[in-house]
Each structure stands twice: as structure tokens, then as C-alpha cells.
């Protein structure tokens, strides 16, 4: 059954939308600011304030550090008025499981066809998921409110070919869970994508290459370089800040200076370098699983530019020292696998997995339109056994135990058929073979 949303009261009383969302988290609390499109922790005194802002007090007191913080985070605008805040239902010790992020996916079609795209399996044994109406794409949103979302990836497929995206996003953003949408930029014109973002909606769009052969080549979609170069220009122009996201494999790597490059005269700020990952259970050989990790010097020289790039890396903290963002956010959080507290999938039938590597129906968590599905999925079993699963011997050794606990179990059971760590991908094992 859907809880109240807090979302609707401040809509209505104040006419805004949130930009903030917040929610309690075992004795503290978590909160994700839109502007920045990041999370942040807070203590539990901190957390009242919010509740506080939210509920619209005008006599609301903030110590003059955490005010100047709190401006310099986004979550309080000019002349110190609040920006419009929501509060989530959070986690506690009987309901462990309320993933702070969704992976939702809009569609399973797509008009590309990328060799690197970890999203093919499940788009082949779940075609028959679909949308059905307006009404069911209002529902998810609500549900995922109810479940304590605060952020969100909706992608497919293409999901600019979802025929109710618009009611989606909109329905997202009313409850305050904010999306980013995964486009290749090669369906909808650049004034759609324009009017979304006014809306509250961040775009990433696919460019893998400067070169529009190899792009194209790489999608196996002929004129897609041509559309979303077209596409980011557009957005640049209207001073907008379109982030792209590149996957790297042995095809592209020696051009990531030049694709960068390329980008950065395009007036893209924001890039998120992602890794290629050997598709199915075969020994093929693929991309170094340490490339990324290499590129701390390319990295800082572009951002010395002025250009943001980050990396969905998966053994970034190698490279990376200090706490990772799981550490920083849950106090509960002992290393290995994130599902059911940061990671989810979800299907437009309202099926929730682990992860987009995870999705087999063996793992399915609960069904949010199932009476008492969102009970399932804070309490599953799913999740528990993916946070119980020990390290492997291999890892007992290793100084980033605490940190990683073996990596990433959903990659050996794509790779392998096996739930367990460690990630085979991992560059410290192979370095040790």
C-alpha cells in the first residue's frame, strides 16, 4: 500500500518543486541534493533541521557554519530561503533494505545495437516487460517514493522510444525522486531534450568516439554520431550541461585524448569514462580491468581544463584514496556488494533485482505493484544473502579487504555462472597469476 507523500504537501502549500530529498538511515541520516546531483550524510540534530525546512518554519536556526555549508551545498538559495525540501521513509534494523538509487528500465527496445551493451541478456529474457499505460508509469514512481528512492537511472533499451517517458520523468520528479535518463541523442530533437531539462530532468548520452565511423561502428547504428554530436552542441548553446557517458574497450582506447578532445569543443563539461566488460561466460579477451585506474594523469590535466571527468571504475579506490561514497553514507556497510542499500533494478512490471547483472528471476527481491511487495523487497532474503557471502581466500590478504570484500559478485555470476567472490576482473589477482 502507498505511504503519504510528504511531496504533495509541499507542492502544495509552497508551489515548488524539491530539489532536496532526505531520509533517516540507522541513526543518521542521508541526503541527495539535485543541483549537485550528489549525496551527503548528516547527523540526526541535522536531519530534524531538515524535517524542519521541509514543513516550510520560517524560525528555523542554523549555526553560521552549517549555513555558509549549506549554501555552498545547494540546499539553501539566495537571501537564506530554503530550497523546497522532501523526506523519505528511511531504513531501520527490521527494514534493512531501501535502496537509496533504481536502475529503471524504461523500454527494452533500442535502435543500436553496441557490442559492449550489458543490458542484451535481460532485454532478450524479459522482452514481454513492458509499460502498458500511463497510469502503471505513475504508479512506479509512487511506489519507488514509497519504497525510500531518492535518485534515479532510467534507461532501457533506448528509452527515448518509451511512448510514456515524459509521464515517467514528470511523475519522478513529483515524488522527488530525481532522474537521470541514459539516451544515445539519436530519437528526440534537441528542443525535447532542452524542455526536460528545464523540467528537472539530467541527460547522459552515449558518444564513444570522435571518429563517426568507429562511433557508429560501435553502436552498429549509421548516423548516430552525426545526431548526438548535433544533440550536445545544441544543448551547450542553450547553456545547458549535457554529461555524456563513454564506454571504453580495446576498439576506442587509443583515441580517448582525441575523444575527449572532441567533446570538450562539443561544450561538454561532464564525462563519465565507463569500463567495457567481456560479455557472456567465455574467455575472450577484453579490456585490462586496471586501463582506467592508468589515466590519473589525462584525467587531471582535462579537468585542470575545466572539464569534470569521472570514472565508473570498479576497483577505482586503488587509484582513488579516501573513503568510498558506501563507506561515507551507511555505517553498516562492510564491503562487497551494495544491492537492496544503494543498487536496485526495476522492470515496468514492477519487478525489483540487485542489480542489471543480477536479474534472473531466482533473484527477483519483490514486486512493487504485489500486495505487500514493498515489505518483501525492505526485508528480502535476496539481499541478505548477498551481504553475507564471504570473502574469498584469495582476498584474505589483501590491505583493500574492508573496502572491497572480493568486488563485485553480480560480474563472476554474468562471467562465470557463479555467485561469489572474487571478481575475476579484479587487477590485483592478475597481478598475482
Request: net charge positive; charged share 20%.
Amino acid at each position: 500500500m502507498a505511504v503519504a507523500l510528504p511531496v504533495d504537501a509541499l507542492v502544495q502549500a509552497k508551489g515548488l518543486r524539491p530539489t532536496i530529498t532526505f531520509r533517516e538511515d540507522l541513526g543518521s541520516g542521508i541526503v541527495y541534493c539535485a543541483t549537485s546531483r550528489s549525496f551527503f550524510k548528516v547527523t540526526l540534530e541535522e536531519l530534524q533541521t531538515l524535517r524542519c525546512l521541509s514543513k516550510g518554519q520560517e524560525d528555523v536556526w542554523l549555526a553560521s557554519t552549517t549555513s555558509k555549508a549549506w549554501t555552498e551545498a545547494g540546499w539553501i538559495g539566495p537571501e537564506g530561503m530554503a530550497c523546497p525540501f522532501a523526506e523519505k521513509l528511511g531504513r531501520t534494523m527490521e527494514q534493512p533494505f531501501r535502496p537509496l538509487h533504481a536502475l529503471i528500465i524504461a523500454t527494452l527496445k533500442c535502435n543500436a545495437s553496441c557490442d559492449f551493451c550489458s543490458a542484451r541478456p535481460y532485454m532478450k529474457a524479459h522482452s514481454q516487460k513492458e509499460f502498458y499505460s500511463a497510469e502503471q508509469a505513475k504508479l512506479l514512481a509512487q511506489q519507488l517514493h514509497a519504497l525510500g528512492v531518492m535518485q534515479c537511472v532510467v534507461s532501457g533499451g533506448e528509452p527515448t522510444l518509451f511512448r510514456y517517458l515524459d509521464v515517467l520523468i514528470h511523475s519522478l520528479v513529483r515524488h522527488a525522486i530525481f532522474p537521470t535518463v541514459v539516451s544515445n541523442g539519436t530519437i528526440w530533437p534537441t528542443e525535447q531534450y532542452i524542455r526536460n531539462y528545464i523540467e528537472g530532468v539530467s541527460w547522459m548520452f552515449s558518444y564513444h568516439s570522435d571518429d563517426p565511423f568507429q562511433h557508429d561502428a560501435i553502436m552498429n547504428l549509421q548516423g548516430a554520431h552525426k545526431k548526438v554530436s548535433k544533440i550536445l552542441k545544441g544543448l551547450s548553446r542553450a547553456g545547458l550541461t549535457p554529461r555524456v557517458n563513454v564506454v571504453i574497450s580495446n576498439f576506442n582506447r587509443p583515441r580517448l585524448e582525441a575523444i575527449i578532445e572532441s567533446l570538450s569543443k562539443l561544450g561538454v563539461r561532464d564525462i563519465l569514462l565507463s569500463q567495457h566488460l567481456r560479455m557472456g561466460r567465455s574467455r575472450e579477451i577484453g579490456l585490462h580491468p586496471s586501463v582506467l585506474g592508468d589515466q590519473a594523469e589525462t584525467l587531471a590535466r582535462w579537468r585542470s581544463r575545466g572539464v569534470n571527468i569521472s570514472t565508473g571504475y570498479r576497483f577505482r579506490f586503488l587509484y582513488e584514496p579516501g573513503a568510498t561514497l558506501m563507506q561515507e553514507l551507511f555505517t553498516d556497510f562492510s564491503g562487497g556488494c551494495p544491492a537492496g542499500l544503494f543498487e536496485s533494478l526495476i522492470f515496468p512490471d514492477g519487478a525489483a533485482y540487485p542489480c542489471d547483472y543480477l536479474w534472473e528471476d531466482k533473484f527477483c527481491a519483490g514486486n512493487l505493484f504485489e500486495g505487500g511487495g514493498i515489505q518483501r523487497i525492505i526485508t528480502s532474503p535476496i539481499f541478505s544473502m548477498l551481504h553475507r557471502l564471504p570473502a574469498d581466500k584469495a582476498c584474505i590478504d589483501c590491505r583493500y579487504l574492508k573496502v572491497c570484500k572480493g568486488g563485485c559478485p553480480g560480474v563472476r555470476y554474468m562471467l562465470e555462472g557463479q555467485l561469489a567472490y572474487p571478481n575475476p576482473e579484479c587487477p590485483l589477482l592478475e597481478a598475482k597469476n
